[in-house]
């Protein structure tokens, strides 16, 4: 008989720590959830971990990933969630309907993590279990949902909670990328053509102009200079052309990678990754709809999680690692601790102030009601309906900005290349 510890939740919400003696992991969480509780880490005492959240049968870890090449994309993720979804309503068995769509993938990795999660169905795992053996295609939130699902008899109901929930996600992605689409694909070739001409139309004009017995107009000097820093030639001490170490078009192409590159290095740390995330929230027009979108998503993550029966604590846990921003991953762990220590949701939210009043006057009258789940997937729906209007705002604005914006580009090197005509002309005429 082996000794077990673990982490769970009890029906308050309430993290409890202790120890059960069992034979095996598995008999050790069916005894945790005979007491009432949500197991979320069980580890046989003096032996390796047996699993993170609801643990999984056995020591060893098998583990299929979504990270690399080939990885599992959220659009066949959803389909999958949506076709076991309508199969389990339908009454047929897990373990057949795991071998169905199994057999209906493609070759990849979906195909063979399914293969894995229904061998380990068939040996007596949940299916919980089995997905938490598979961290980089089933996260934590959905392996919690379907535990939750699991512990309450109503996978089905959850299945096509989560179903739901991950197309209505990909539905608002959808829209705010493919309203970015235009005016991303404007900007690129108008650099390209702006680009184009500065290297090979305007060194010809200098070839022209250095004919000409005359001073060149600031401006036209300006636009040389440009077309020299894209070719790859700067002025020396006594102003003879040098040619430069690295020439300007490839600092420009470069350019973005670096700033990738920097961006990426920054998030890696706690700090970094903070203040980026306020720095986007502070950009004009496109950080309110950001912010709505960190909003809209942890809100019905929140609300989704709850709606399943996962305990509030657990919940806000899970939403906190999903949140994909620093700023309300740190006001959700705030209202976490004040949760914890008897509070309530909506007034440690308000005093995180990341949040607009009518979230947390939302929250608070969920609390009240009792229908805080129902509350919080409002509140998305609504911001979800927002950030549509602002998305559709935006690229309406956009679109006369560019006009003027490439308007004046486009302006400035046609009077720069024909005011020294000018000028020419007027010293003939005068001659």
């Given at each position: 008989?082996?000794?077990?510890?673990?982490?769970?939740?009890?029906?308050?919400?309430?993290?409890?720590?202790?120890?059960?003696?069992?034979?095996?992991?598995?008999?050790a969480i069916a005894?945790?959830?005979?007491?009432?509780?949500?197991?979320?880490?069980?580890?046989?005492?003096?032996?390796?971990?047996?699993?993170?959240?609801?643990?999984?049968?056995?020591?060893?870890?098998?583990?299929?990933?979504?990270?690399?090449?080939?990885?599992?994309?959220?659009?066949?993720?959803?389909?999958?969630?949506?076709?076991?979804?309508?199969?389990?309503?339908?009454?047929?068995?897990?373990?057949?309907?795991?071998?169905?769509?199994?057999?209906?993938?493609?070759?990849?990795?979906?195909?063979?993590?399914?293969?894995?999660?229904?061998?380990?169905?068939?040996?007596?795992?949940?299916?919980?279990?089995?997905?938490?053996?598979?961290?980089?295609?089933?996260?934590?939130?959905?392996?919690?949902?379907?535990?939750?699902?699991?512990?309450?008899?109503?996978?089905?109901?959850?299945?096509?909670?989560?179903?739901?929930?991950?197309?209505?996600?990909?539905?608002?992605?959808?829209?705010?990328?493919?309203?970015?689409?235009?005016?991303?694909?404007?900007?690129?070739?108008?650099?390209?053509?702006?680009?184009?001409?500065?290297?090979?139309?305007?060194?010809?004009?200098?070839?022209?102009?250095?004919?000409?017995?005359?001073?060149?107009?600031?401006?036209?000097?300006?636009?040389?200079?440009?077309?020299?820093?894209?070719?790859?030639?700067?002025?020396?001490?006594?102003?003879?052309?040098?040619?430069?170490?690295?020439?300007?078009?490839?600092?420009?192409?470069?350019?973005?990678?670096?700033?990738?590159?920097?961006?990426?290095?920054?998030?890696?740390?706690?700090?970094?990754?903070?203040?980026?995330?306020?720095?986007?929230?502070?950009?004009?027009?496109?950080?309110?709809?950001?912010?709505?979108?960190?909003?809209?998503?942890?809100?019905?993550?929140?609300?989704?999680?709850?709606?399943?029966?996962?305990?509030?604590?657990?919940?806000?846990?899970?939403?906190?690692?999903?949140?994909?921003?620093?700023?309300?991953?740190?006001?959700?762990?705030?209202?976490?601790?004040?949760?914890?220590?008897?509070?309530?949701?909506?007034a440690p939210l308000?005093?995180?102030?990341?949040?607009?009043?009518?979230?947390?006057?939302m929250v608070d009258?969920?609390?009240?009601?009792?229908?805080?789940?129902?509350?919080?997937?409002?509140?998305?729906?609504?911001?979800?309906?927002?950030?549509?209007?602002?998305?559709?705002?935006?690229?309406?604005?956009?679109?006369?900005?560019?006009?003027?914006?490439?308007?004046?580009?486009?302006?400035?090197?046609?009077?720069?290349?024909?005011?020294?005509?000018?000028?020419?002309?007027?010293?003939?005429?005068?001659?």
């Open positions: 008989m082996a000794k077990f510890q673990y982490e769970a939740m009890n029906a308050a919400g309430q993290e409890v720590k202790d120890e059960v003696d069992a034979p095996s992991s598995e008999e005894k945790i959830r005979a007491l009432g509780y949500f197991p979320t880490k069980v580890k046989q005492k003096g032996g390796q971990k047996k699993a993170g959240g609801p643990a999984g049968p056995g020591g060893k870890r098998k583990s299929v990933g979504g990270g690399g090449i080939g990885g599992v994309s959220t659009k066949q993720l959803t389909q999958f969630t949506r076709q076991l979804s309508t199969l389990m309503d339908a009454g047929l068995p897990i373990l057949r309907s795991l071998r169905i769509l199994e057999q209906q993938q493609k070759p990849g990795v979906l195909r063979v993590t399914l293969r894995a999660v229904a061998e380990d169905v068939e040996g007596g795992a949940t299916l919980s279990e089995a997905m938490f053996r598979h961290p980089r295609v089933f996260d934590r939130l959905y392996c919690n949902m379907i535990s939750a699902g699991e512990a309450g008899g109503v996978l089905d109901v959850i299945l096509q909670r989560l179903a739901d929930f991950m197309e209505k996600a990909q539905k608002l992605k959808r829209k705010v990328i493919g309203a970015m689409i235009y005016p991303v694909a404007v900007l690129t070739f108008a650099f390209l053509i702006v680009a184009g001409i500065m290297y090979f139309v305007v060194p010809k004009f200098k070839t022209i102009f250095s004919d000409f017995d005359t001073q060149l107009p600031g401006l036209t000097v300006l636009l040389l200079d440009m077309s020299d820093f894209m070719i790859g030639i700067t002025r020396g001490p006594n102003g003879e052309e040098v040619p430069m170490t690295i020439p300007g078009w490839v600092l420009i192409v470069a350019s973005p990678i670096i700033v990738f590159a920097i961006w990426k290095l920054t998030r890696q740390f706690k700090g970094g990754r903070f203040a980026l995330d306020v720095f986007k929230l502070k950009i004009p027009i496109m950080g309110n709809i950001l912010q709505k979108s960190s909003v809209s998503r942890f809100t019905r993550t929140l609300g989704t999680l709850i709606a399943a029966g996962v305990p509030i604590l657990e919940a806000i846990n899970i939403t906190k690692d999903t949140s994909g921003n620093e700023l309300y991953v740190r006001a959700l762990q705030r209202v976490h601790d004040s949760i914890r220590e008897g509070e309530s949701f909506a308000k005093a995180t102030k990341v949040c607009d009043a009518i979230v947390v006057n009258v969920g609390e009240e009601t009792g229908d805080l789940d129902k509350m919080l997937i409002k509140v998305a729906d609504n911001y979800d309906d927002e950030i549509e209007t602002l998305v559709a705002g935006l690229v309406s604005m956009l679109e006369p900005v560019m006009v003027i914006v490439l308007g004046m580009i486009v302006g400035f090197i046609v009077v720069a290349l024909f005011l020294p005509m000018v000028a020419l002309v007027n010293q003939l005429t005068s001659g």
